[in-house]
T-cell receptor
């Protein structure tokens, strides 16, 4: 049972480069989300989706794009990387419409922008 | 708006001593509350969740938390710390405001001293 799978685990980018962080889940969860984790700031929500074709912005969406063409996949795109986007990124999913349903997390992608 | 405050970004305890990690929430309606644990270089794992069925919630690895409405608190405790408990712990509330589904505290890093 794979759960939530994130790739790559590590990535180094130069300022201005673009890339896509991949996230896939096999639990048929409608709700998927992206967080970034920075020291002393906890987890901050970037974007989230409540189902295929539906996405919305979170707390810190600037510089990131998402799309949700299938239930399983929720990629996060950095169009022009900046040093401020150096962070650890987590994808998480859960059952929708149930506020007592916990999030299931991937193991993260550690991104460095130089 | 709902929010979560974790008091103490770093907590140190001796092995065998009581672990107490503090979490206070603000919510205009009864919340759903969660504690997650993050081990180094891993994603977050659910420790326990409060869903109004009982005020004292037992989780994995001997942890428990008590929901106190009068104090708007959901502190995490463990009677006897083990070296393997060293990790970062996050309190989270499930949002009923409709904007963001999960709101996380800034985390508490637990250090266990031999």
């Amino acid at each position: 049972n794979a759960g939530v799978t994130q790739t790559p685990k590590f990535q180094v980018l130069k300022t201005g480069q673009s890339m896509t962080l991949q996230c896939a889940q096999d639990m048929n969860h409608e709700y998927m989300s992206w967080y970034r984790q920075d020291p002393g700031m906890g987890l901050r929500l970037i974007h989230y989706s409540v189902g295929a074709g539906i996405t919305d912005q979170g707390e810190v969406p600037n510089g990131y794009n998402v799309s949700r063409s299938t239930t399983e996949d929720f990629p996060l795109r950095l169009l022009s990387a900046a040093p401020s986007q150096t962070s650890v990124y987590f994808c998480a999913s859960s059952l929708p419409g149930q506020l007592n349903s916990p999030l299931h997390f991937g193991n993260g992608t550690r991104l460095t922008v130089t | 708006a709902q929010s979560v405050t974790q008091l103490g970004s770093h907590v140190s305890v001796s092995e065998g001593a009581l672990v107490l990690l503090r979490c206070n929430y603000s919510s205009s309606v009864p919340p759903y509350l969660f504690w997650y644990v993050q081990y180094p270089n891993q994603g977050l794992q659910l420790l326990l969740k409060y869903t109004s069925a009982a005020t004292l919630v037992k989780g994995i690895n001997g942890f428990e938390a008590e929901f106190k409405k009068s104090e708007t608190s959901f502190h995490l405790t463990k009677p006897s710390a083990h070296m393997s408990d060293a990790a970062e712990y996050f309190c989270a509330v499930s949002s009923t405001s409709g904007t963001y589904k999960y709101i996380f505290g800034t985390g508490t890093r637990l250090k266990v001293l031999a």
